[in-house]
């Protein structure tokens, strides 16, 4: 095998790695506010997914459909807990396992039945599809809004740079009253 090889295999733990912490921490926030084993969340993400992209080709504005899906799959979600899950909050776990791998199986069949087994996407909003120079070549919107949200969020720093409100470029310099060390990143 060669180093290549090697390094993506590599990269392909430590991917699986990652896919099954998610899985392992979104089961245990589940339980652990909930108090049932919860399995189907996954397919309720996909059923939110295809009814937003549905909601999408109906609006033609992703904004709109986003605003009417939330509601919609609350009220999806609120309406299994009442009519399903909730007779199960004093049984054994086994039960709780049971009926929402059930609901996996009748969900999966309910999103072929509406909408098919075909792939579909929505296209990025123009907002977040243009490309700002931000130091690296073609970094695309989403980044930079995500950045600047990181660290523009207080303490007066400026998007992208790391000026306080004193335009001092180390505002971790603890030299003045009210510049604490840790106010830094």
Sequence with gaps: MDFVTFLIQILNGVQYGFTLFLVASGLTLIFGIMGIINLAHGAFYMV?????????????????????????ML????LIERLAISFLYKRD???Q???????ILILNEMQK???GSEFYSVPVPDILSASIPHGQPGLSGL???????????GGGYVCGDRQDQTGDDDPGRGDRPGNDPGDGY
């Design 48 to 72: 939110g997914a295809y009814l937003t992209y549905w909601l999408v080709s109906q609006t033609g504005n992703l904004a709109v459909a986003i605003a009417l899906g939330l509601p919609i």
């Design 75 to 78: 009220v999806f979600g609120y």
């Design 93 to 95: 776990h086994l039960y």
């Design 97 to 103: 396992v049971l009926l929402t791998y059930g609901l």
């Design 113 to 115: 039945i509406l909408w």
């Design 143 to 153: 980044p930079v809004v995500c950045d600047c949200g990181l660290h523009g969020r």
